[in-house]
């Protein structure tokens, strides 16, 4: 069985990810495939450079993530062009992966977690969709302590994703990770008895 988990920015997903991966899932994680696709020398990072221009690559070569970052999240159309750039590729590593551990052992759950989702219209890939949820508030809350943004960069980021209350309502499996680590991991043990390997 396969789950593409998702959520919104800072609600946590990489908690539950890593919660799951604990009780024997297999995770593939699509920002790190994302980050991979952006190391130096790989084609897609020669792409990005060359739609946005050499100032976004650091003197090393390296990407520069936080000029791309106020790029996009300013401006839709290159939001746009970025996702037309890396999704493709993203999309491409992740069923390699999924098919890869699918065949090495077709008991073990496989989830893979992709925070755009619903956005990228990836359900169908999956057998089941869990969103890790946390009110919006708390959202912003925690979007600004974690990456250090004001108010109004947090909320740059928040409306380029699809608003959690959408994402709840569309779970096939919901996680309220609002209530602290202890109610997170109970969830998780009630999923994991119900859903995991025998």
């Known amino acids: 069985m396969n789950i593409g988990l998702t959520g919104g920015i800072a609600t946590g997903k990489s908690t539950v990810s890593q919660m799951l991966v604990q009780r024997g899932a297999a995770l593939i994680d699509a920002d790190v495939i994302a980050r991979e696709i952006m ?5 897609v990072l ?13 003197p090393g070569g390296q990407l520069d993530r936080k000029r791309l970052g106020s790029i996009v999240f300013s401006d839709p159309q290159q939001r746009k062009a970025l996702e037309n750039i890396t ?12 098919a890869e551990l699918e065949a090495s052992d077709p008991n073990r759950l496989v989830v893979a977690d992709i925070p755009l989702l619903y956005e990228s ?6 057998d089941e969709i869990m969103v890790v949820y946390v009110p919006r508030g708390l959202q912003l809350e925690r979007l600004m302590a974690r990456d250090g943004l004001t108010r109004e960069e947090a909320e740059a980021r928040l409306r380029a994703q699809m608003d959690i209350e959408l994402k709840r309502e569309r ?3 919901l996680i309220d990770n609002s209530l602290g680590r202890k109610e997170t991991e109970l969830q998780i043990d009630d999923f994991w008895r119900k859903k995991g390997p025998a």
Do not use: C, N, T
């Open 87 to 98: 999704h493709p590729a993203i999309r491409s590593e992740m069923k390699r992966r999924m």
């Open 121 to 126: 219209g990836l359900e169908s890939l999956y």
């Open 39 to 43: 190391e130096p020398g790989h084609p």
């Open 171 to 173: 779970a096939d499996i």
């Open 46 to 58: 020669a792409q990005v450079a060359k739609h946005f221009g050499q100032d976004v690559l650091l």
